[in-house]
């Protein structure tokens, strides 16, 4: 581990590759607040011990400071040998693969940018280099994006306007089925999360976007795929903190409202 503001070759990594992005006043990276987000999720949910880090690192990056992931991850991982590294590596990785077509590529690259720079001063061998995905699309990803994405929004109540994304933006609604949903989340998926933990990433994600609208829908995706009650609280309380921390607050949510709308929902 190393303090990236007085260690010479983080500080200059971050100053040219991390940081550029980062407005004039914007908090500061903060070791203690986000060592503490990360303990006290896997303290409240056991479930999401595994991955808290990459919930983390979502909501960062939603929040426009993508900055920060990559101090967060040379704190996270100060004490792991080199295997556990590369497996948080590839966790965290995996999750700004799949949120990237929600924020956009260039609020994700100082995240990369900053893993990266750790691997460097570190050692290649505390990152993965694992290759998931073949290097083009197929038919097979039509079929599992479609899969996914029906078994992601079954009781949302979102077939409507789907229908007509589909008329009137055939293309992107096209691409987002196959291409987010069939090659990017269906293979994380089979190879580092459970469907209920890529999605709740992705719900992350929304959720300190400040898309209120989408938060409502993929929070009741979220518990209806197998999230519960508390363990979304949870991680709404943790993106709550971290929007806060970022100067863009987000809305209030009724997740016990919304557990029952989609239950009653996937009763029907």
């Given at each position: 581990m190393a303090d990236w503001n007085t260690d010479e070759f983080m500080s200059q990594w971050d100053k040219k590759y991390v940081s550029t992005n980062v407005k004039t006043g914007a908090q500061q990276y903060n070791?203690?607040?986000?060592?503490?987000?990360?303990?006290?999720?896997?303290?409240?949910?056991?479930?999401?011990?595994?991955?808290?880090?990459?919930?983390?690192?979502?909501?960062?990056?939603?929040?426009?400071?993508?900055?920060?992931?990559?101090?967060?991850?040379?704190?996270?991982?100060?004490?792991?040998?080199?295997?556990?590294?590369?497996?948080?590596?590839?966790?965290?990785?995996?999750?700004?693969?799949?949120?990237?077509?929600?924020?956009?590529?260039?609020?994700?690259?100082?995240?990369c940018y900053g893993m990266i720079g750790v691997t460097q001063r570190k050692g290649h061998e505390f990152a993965s280099t694992k290759v998931l995905r073949k290097n083009t699309v197929d038919e097979d990803d039509v079929r599992k994006g479609k899969q996914l994405r029906a078994r992601i929004y079954q009781g949302v109540g979102n077939s409507e306007i789907f229908d007509l994304m589909n008329v009137y933006f055939t293309d992107l609604f096209t691409c987002s089925t196959v291409v987010t949903w069939g090659y990017l989340v269906a293979k994380a998926n089979e190879e580092v999360f459970q469907t209920k933990e890529s999605h709740l990433i992705i719900a992350t994600a929304i959720m300190a976007l400040g898309a209120t609208r989408q938060t409502k829908s993929h929070i009741k995706?979220?518990?209806?795929?197998?999230?519960?009650?508390?363990?979304?609280?949870?991680?709404?309380?943790?993106?709550?903190?971290?929007?806060?921390w970022a100067d863009r607050p987000i809305a209030t949510f009724d997740v016990d409202g919304f557990a029952k709308e989609i239950q009653a929902a996937l009763k029907a």
């Open positions: 070791k203690e607040f986000f060592l503490g987000l990360n303990s006290r999720l896997c303290s409240l949910r056991p479930e999401l011990q595994c991955y808290s880090y990459a919930l983390i690192a979502a909501a960062c990056c939603a929040v426009g400071r993508a900055d920060v992931v990559g101090p967060f991850f040379d704190h996270v991982t100060s004490t792991s040998t080199p295997q556990e590294s590369e497996l948080i590596f590839l966790r965290v990785r995996e999750a700004i693969t799949i949120i990237f077509p929600y924020l956009g590529l260039p609020t994700c690259i100082p995240a995706a979220t518990l209806g795929i197998g999230n519960s009650v508390e363990c979304v609280k949870a991680v709404l309380q943790a993106v709550t903190e971290i929007a806060a």
